[in-house]
């Protein structure tokens, strides 16, 4: 089955309301109108100003996170629907940041998944392994965790799940999963899907590889039958880096 490649920019907190509507004007200029899906997730306080940078565009405006109430005292938190008040399309839950900096449970990030599926937006689920798990061989065992934070009882469209899968060792430090560990894990996030729906349902799915994706590395990942996009960091704060990756995945 051939599935459309996204490649999702997360800027994290990052750029300044000019830079950000700047970033985003450069990404919409050279992004491609078909052939490969491509978003950007500003932080919360430019979503207004970069949704109307990329007005008009085939780029997808994204967030980082939400809140999975639809709205009340919960001070400082943003719900589903302030999202798709701005013309947010997809957002992301349980990026290893929010796991292992912000101390997010399962149960929440569970939660929020629900909520950013259950609201109608594309939901990028993150999982992936600290470099202690990878070395005690627990990389699968913890990706499966992760993935059991979804219920196959309410979500149905898989063209709104995409798997981002972030070795957590290989975020931010220059180092990155070879092709063939990449694959594997890819390969095997597949598999639980498949175990979890079904297996027309897992070959609909989009996963994303997540850990210091870069143009020089972008091709050969890319090139792998279950990596289907990236889920980009430090290469997405400049548009010429971000697009070298979205021209790769075409």
Not at 5 to 32: C, D, H, Q, Y
Not at 153 to 167: G, K, N
Request: proline share 4%; hydrophobic share 45%.
């Amino acid at each position: 089955m051939t599935r459309v490649p996204f490649v999702a920019g997360n800027w994290k907190m990052n750029t300044s309301k000019s830079a950000a509507i700047e970033l985003a004007r450069g990404v919409a200029a050279g992004a491609p109108a078909s052939s490969v899906q491509v978003g950007v997730a500003p932080p919360f306080v430019y979503l207004d100003a970069v949704g109307q940078a990329i007005g008009g565009s085939s780029v997808l405006l994204g967030a980082q996170d939400c809140y999975f109430e639809k709205n009340g005292a919960f001070t400082g938190e943003i719900s589903v629907e302030m999202l798709k008040d701005l013309g947010v399309k997809f957002c992301l839950t349980g990026h290893s940041e929010r796991r292992h900096v912000l101390k997010e449970s399962g149960e929440l990030v569970g939660r929020k998944a629900a909520a950013v599926y259950g609201g109608g937006l594309t939901l990028i689920h993150c999982v992936g392994e600290k470099l202690e798990e990878r070395d005690a061989n627990q990389t699968l065992a913890v990706c499966q965790k992760q993935l059991d934070e979804l219920s196959p009882s309410t979500m149905h469209d898989p063209d709104r799940l995409v798997i981002a899968y972030e070795p957590v060792w290989a975020i931010g430090t220059g180092r990155n999963a070879t092709d063939a560990q990449a694959q594997e894990v890819h390969a095997f996030i597949r598999g639980a899907i498949a175990r979890k729906w079904n297996k027309d349902f897992a070959d609909r799915v989009r996963i994303q590889y997540g850990g210091s994706m870069k143009p020089e590395n972008a091709a050969g990942l890319l090139a792998r039958p279950d990596v289907d996009g990236g889920l980009i960091g430090g290469a997405a704060l400049k548009a010429d880096s971000f697009l070298a990756i979205v021209m790769a995945a075409r």
